[in-house]
């Protein structure tokens, strides 16, 4: 049977798109369009419907917030859908915004890339509205430049994301999370906010204040029972901060979850 220009075109309008997305825990030096899962997601289908391909939505892949270092158990995304590919892959496409969404590794971002190809899967990037190729020695040298730009790329926005919080930390903002015994408190400049900074917090302070003094007094160690001002009861801390306290704090949440109407 002859397989005219005309079948091509059919076949190639048939083919099943899958979708993969990720977004990186570190958003510093990434393109707006990878700040978004929904975003890659819905201009993946449009670039597939442009093509004349039908996207199969049980393969639309998502890694959120996942750094793109991270491969194996750690990208479950990325796990299943290199799952999918054996026996043999259910589609025949696989559309992503750019090749950084695979990985910002270089040999672990080659490796996964070449098992989507060896499995007869079709790769495009729809930013460049691209195809990636391991035919030539040529395409991979590219493949190797950009995995090894994307590497460069992860590595500089970890040296700026530590040089940033260490400016914060010097200037007494807040860096992190939520600490007992403060509140974080946004400090604005107009209507943008500026910074963090931690601000105590009365009644969690006190709470910090007791426990000191009584480890002082030698309360809790095996030796020492518990003085019999402890067996007060004592005011009930915000129920919120007793809950984060319990896991990271069990003696903080001693105190916070007693309560009482008497004061310290």
Known sequence: MRFGLSNLQGFISTLTVAIYSRRSVEQNGVADEAKSIARQVA???AYA?????AVADEHVYVDDGVSGALFGASRPGLARLLAALTPRPPFQVLVMSEESRLGREAI?????????TDAGVR?????????????SPTDKVMLSLT?????MERDRARVRT????????KSGHVTGGVIFGYVNRPV?????RSHVERVVDPREAAVVRRIFTHAAEGWGSSASPAPSTMTAPWRRCRAERADRAAGRHPQIARFCTASSTAAW
Not at 49 to 53: C, D, H, I
Not at 123 to 135: A, I, K, P
Not at 163 to 169: F, I, P, S, T, V
């Open 123 to 135: 790769v495009f990037f729809y930013l460049d509205d691209r195809e990636r190729t391991l035919d």
């Open 147 to 151: 995995a090894f730009a994307a590497e």
């Open 162 to 169: 530590h040089d940033a919080l260490m400016r914060k930390a």
């Open 188 to 192: 604005l400049d107009g209507a943008r």
């Open 49 to 53: 419907a442009k093509k004349g391909w």
């Open 108 to 116: 672990e971002t080659a490796w996964a890339l070449k098992r989507i």
């Open 43 to 45: 201009h993946a289908k």
